[in-house]
């Protein structure tokens, strides 16, 4: 199996600040959370259970008649509130972050079929986890500023120096329970999600890294 990446690693297109933007990150930054966003969809469109924090947005919809792209934003939105102790700074990518994958995920919730069998399910679930671990490696990288789930991911990563890996995990099984809680729709593929998207971050970095060190070479 190959190493994981504990680390957010330097790339060409990495800010010097978080809201200096330059044209090399626009595509690190709008393809990671156009990936991001892409991959909560297709678990919402397997049927199988959505991702955590997408198990919450839906629960937030139901109850308050909204669409789970709003629902969404919403979420992400208290979320930020979770970074005031632990100091971490919003950014650019933390404002786009609020807007790509919520419309990202309601367009893909809404326009892709779920398939009749298990087995293409099961491709959309693993699909989705692929395309999140991918879209966060991409984003993160460009230091424009997490969004808020990431933010409180990284946030800890460094004052717990913590592995992403295992710091996204934890987080990801405390909110299913929370989720689940409100009424949001879990099953294999929110279980598959949790304790598979810290190994995809993991590996999705290892990648970025490669690749970037062999540009450099």
Do not use: C, K
């Not at 308050?64 to 632990?86: D, E, F, K, N, Y």
């Not at 399910?121 to 989705?128: E, K, P, Q, S």
């Not at 991409?138 to 120096?161: E, I, N, Q, V, W």
């Amino acid at each position: 199996m190959p190493r994981l990446s504990h680390r957010i690693p330097e790339t060409p297109w990495r800010a010097s600040s978080t809201w200096a933007l330059r044209p090399l990150m626009i595509g690190p930054l709008l393809g990671g959370l156009g990936l991001f966003g892409l991959g909560e969809g297709l678990l919402v469109a397997s049927h199988w259970g959505a991702t955590p924090w997408t198990v919450f947005a839906q629960g937030l919809g139901h109850r308050v008649g909204i669409s789970i792209g709003w629902a969404t934003m919403i979420v992400s939105l208290g979320v930020l509130l979770a970074w005031w102790p632990l100091r971490e700074r919003p950014g650019l990518g933390t404002l786009a972050n609020l807007v790509v994958i919520a419309w990202v995920l309601d367009l893909t919730a809404a326009h892709v079929a779920t398939p009749a069998n298990p087995f293409g399910r099961a491709l959309l679930m693993v699909a989705g986890v692929t395309a999140i671990g991918l879209g966060s490696a991409f984003y993160l990288t460009t230091g424009l500023g997490p969004g808020p789930r990431d933010g409180l991911m990284t946030s800890l990563h460094r004052r717990l120096d913590v592995s992403v890996v295992y710091v996204r995990l934890s987080l990801e099984v405390l909110v299913l329970a929370v989720g689940w809680s409100l009424g949001g729709q879990v099953g294999v593929g929110t279980a598959f999600f949790a304790s598979t998207v810290g190994f995809s971050i993991g590996l999705s970095l290892r990648a970025v890294e490669w690749l970037t060190a062999t540009r450099v070479a």
